[in-house]
Structure formats: C-alpha cells, structure tokens
C-alpha cells in the first residue's frame, strides 16, 4: 500500500510539472544518460571485438576484468564490483570456466566459497582486449587537456560517490526530493 501512495504521489507530482513544451526529463542533458552514452559506444566497440574473437559478451568481459584486477575474488566479490546478481556471476563464471579462461577451486579459509582466477589462456585475452581498451581511453584523453583530464577524474570519483549513496538510500528516499 505504501509504494502504491509513493507511486501516485511521484505521477501526480511529475504531470502537474509537464507541459507539453517542457518534458520531465531531457535525456539529452541528463548526466547519467550522457555518461551512459560515451561508455555505450566504447563497450559496443569492444564487444564487436571481444564477441568475435573470444566468443565474450559485456557480462563476461566485465567478469574477466574484475577477475584481472582482483585474483582470488570469489563470485559475491565479483558480483559486487561489476553491480550483478548472483545469477548473471554464477552464469558468467561458469562461461568463463568452459572458456577455459578462469579457474574456480574452493577457497582454503572457508569451503563454502569458491576463488576464481585467470588462466593463462584468460590472461592472453585480457590482454588483448585491455591493450584496445586502453587505446579507446587514450583517444577519448587526447580530447582533453592534462588539466581537464584532472578536473574529470575528481569529479567522477565525487560522482561515484553520489551514486553509491543514492543507490544506498534507494528510490524511496529519492521521491522525497521529487
């Protein structure tokens, strides 16, 4: 019953705002549409690589990267670090095993948990993939000054930050500011 008042509140609020000059939202200039945008295209031109050349989607690749950053990870860590259910990891992970480009063996401080680390064959493909992700960072860094450069990196970090905090206090805690 609660979310059905939240709900309504948040419709009614939001269609005594619009006008049929005035949307609710612009996409074109909402922050996290335009960052998802950039990132969108740099990952769709990864994908095109990776899914041809390793038989990757975004979901494995992600899962492999964190896996390269993270050696001995267990699954919950790396569903943590990528914002995937247990579900996706468990089904990632188990590609990623039949890949042949991770291994998963019990963890020795506590069996019911599994460590996943890269193969040698994963860590060939990470590199790989690393050395065109890294030269699609280089192409969007050259757009910017050192100084800007700068600047973009403390914001996304105070950005990073917000987000977490507004994921933290859910959409509830959002529709009071509605």
Sequence with gaps: MELICVYNFIMKSIRNQLT???PALSLRQWLPYRMFIVSGRIAQTLTDFYGQTYGLSQTGWRI???IAD???ATAQEVGRACTFDQVTVSRGVGHLVSLG???R????????YA???LT????DAYAAIAELATAAETRLHATLSEEERDLLD?????LEGASAGIEAAGWRDLARDA
Excluded at 105 to 112: I, P
């Design 20 to 22: 049929e000059d005035s």
């Design 64 to 66: 492999l990267a964190t």
């Design 70 to 72: 993270r050696p001995g």
């Design 101 to 103: 480009f991770i291994t």
């Design 105 to 112: 063996r019990q963890a020795a401080n506590d069996r019911r």
């Design 115 to 117: 460590v996943l680390d």
């Design 120 to 123: 040698p064959t994963g860590r």
């Design 154 to 158: 403390s914001m996304l970090e105070r």
